[in-house]
């Protein structure tokens, strides 16, 4: 039988937790059979695992439904990850889908920064720690610091003591020639005002800028050729006009350098959705190959380059939430308390110049101030009334999100979002979305995951 293994996607839900469920049932024999039995795979936190691409399914030609599937964490955060559940159907069992799981995991780990990969499992099955040992992992002490948050996730979730291992497996620094892989988060507009319009035709306006902890993944492989090239076809977007080779050939100019580079792009983000994709791509090629190419420039210098490319390409460049002035390029850190955001698609592009020529655009709003965005007097959107009137798709969903709290528009494109204090809140609204919609649950950030990835290479280096 052959297989391959892919990113899991949202539709792969059901069958995963039904992998998990069949493949529980070989410990009705062991002790911890009472625990296994009386827990399940939250979909909810398992859909978000996939919309953050931390799941692998494998699949073959003969089953439309994946037969295994490893789901990586990042709970103890800096340059550690761990092993949330790897699980194979029993009837699949003894054909190496759960060492080839197990590999692409933790060479997807290798290339996105991580140093150790880490998992709590059973010493005493041949399937758990054995089978763990064979591919590289140790066990180690449990009571060793370095792993209190796996212990008091066990303690929260009830799993006896006595009967668990922590095993973990060092990986190496990604090697020249290998790839790496970079995150490139999507934003939120918090509120946008329009305050003025300058004499070379571009608007004034204010906004803050939420970063996210979701978005693409731009995967890239230093050349010694100097040759260029997107290896993955983006629909719509020519290669020659992609923000990401636009900014890998803007910084080669600027430095002088004969370099080249591979790139393939994992697209989550909507195009014309007003979550900043192309954008953020850019940012995370500018600071990504920087530090691949060796190019020494700054944060401020990086992100002067990647104002040339777009307005917003700075604030994801400096990679922290911000308040943001000028045509929006001008940025103050600020920080926001920590919230979730249930986020809709209603797959409607919005174009970005249609809605700056509105005739109706309101290009002379007052100045707003931080604390009266932060009293939470300033959320509108400039743009909302212009985009609820010519898209109705748009307009539906600002409707039905608006029935849970105060729905908003993002940027100048056709994604509408909710913000709420719990993860719990925005899963319930998002469990809820229409069928004609597609909804995210997402996290806001105060530090970027491209300058979290980007500690982790540099502390590889």
């Not at 090697?175 to 934003?187: I, M, Q, R, S």
């Not at 978005?215 to 492989?221: M, Q, V, Y």
């Not at 911000?322 to 920590?338: F, M, Q, V, Y």
Request: aromatic letters at 10%; one cysteine or more.
């Amino acid at each position: 039988m052959s297989f391959r293994i892919e990113r899991a996607a949202t539709v792969h839900v059901d069958a995963i937790c039904a992998i998990e469920r069949a493949a529980v049932q070989m410990f009705r024999e062991h002790p911890v059979w009472p625990f296994y039995a009386a827990i399940s795979i939250p979909p909810e936190q398992l859909e978000e695992a996939i919309q953050r691409g931390l799941v692998w399914v494998a699949l073959d030609d003969e089953n439309v439904d994946p037969v295994g599937f490893v789901w990586l964490d990042t709970e103890h955060g800096g340059d550690v990850i761990g092993i949330a559940e790897i699980d194979v159907l029993p009837a699949y069992s003894q054909r190496g889908i759960g060492a080839a799981l197990l590999a692409h995991a933790c060479d997807w780990a290798r290339a996105a920064g991580y140093r150790r990969v880490d998992l709590g499992t059973l010493a005493d099955v041949p399937w758990n720690a054995p089978f763990y040992t064979k591919h590289g992992f140790s066990i180690v002490n449990k009571y060793d610091r370095a792993f209190e948050y796996a212990r008091d996730r066990d303690r929260e979730n009830g799993f006896p003591d006595a009967l668990r291992v922590f095993m973990s497996r060092k990986l190496s620094p990604p090697e020249a020639g290998d790839w790496t892989a970079w995150p490139a988060p999507a934003k939120l507009n918090l509120f946008l005002r329009i305050t003025g319009q300058r004499e070379d035709g571009f608007h004034e306006l204010q906004t803050v800028f939420r970063l996210l902890d979701w978005g693409d993944e731009i995967r890239l492989r230093v050349r010694e050729d100097g040759e260029i090239r997107r290896l993955t076809d983006v629909p719509g977007v020519p290669a020659e006009n992609d923000l990401i080779v636009q900014a890998a050939t803007s910084l080669r100019a600027h430095v002088a350098i004969q370099a080249g580079v591979d790139i393939e792009v994992e697209k989550r983000i909507p195009m014309g959705g007003g979550l900043g994709g192309g954008s953020s791509d850019a940012a995370t090629a500018l600071v990504a190959l920087n530090y691949l190419w060796n190019c020494g420039l700054s944060i401020d210098e990086l992100a002067e380059l990647g104002r040339t490319l777009g307005a917003d390409v700075p604030v994801f460049v400096r990679g922290r939430s911000a308040w943001a002035t000028s045509i929006g390029e001008r940025l103050k850190p600020i920080t926001l308390p920590k919230r979730w955001y249930a986020v809709l698609d209603p797959h409607e592009q919005v174009p970005t110049a249609a809605l700056f020529q509105a005739f109706e655009l309101t290009r002379n709003a007052p100045a707003a101030t931080i604390s009266s965005f932060a009293s939470g007097e300033t959320l509108e959107n400039a743009f909302e009334p212009i985009v609820r009137a010519r898209y109705p798709r748009v307009a539906a969903a600002l409707d039905w999100l608006g029935s849970y709290g105060h729905a908003r528009l993002s940027g100048s494109g056709g994604c509408v979002f909710i913000e709420t204090g719990t993860i719990e809140q925005a899963e319930a609204i998002a469990r809820r979305c229409p069928a004609t919609f597609t909804a995210w649950v997402v996290e806001g950030v105060g530090l970027s995951p491209l300058h979290r990835a980007l500690s982790r290479h540099g502390a590889a280096g």
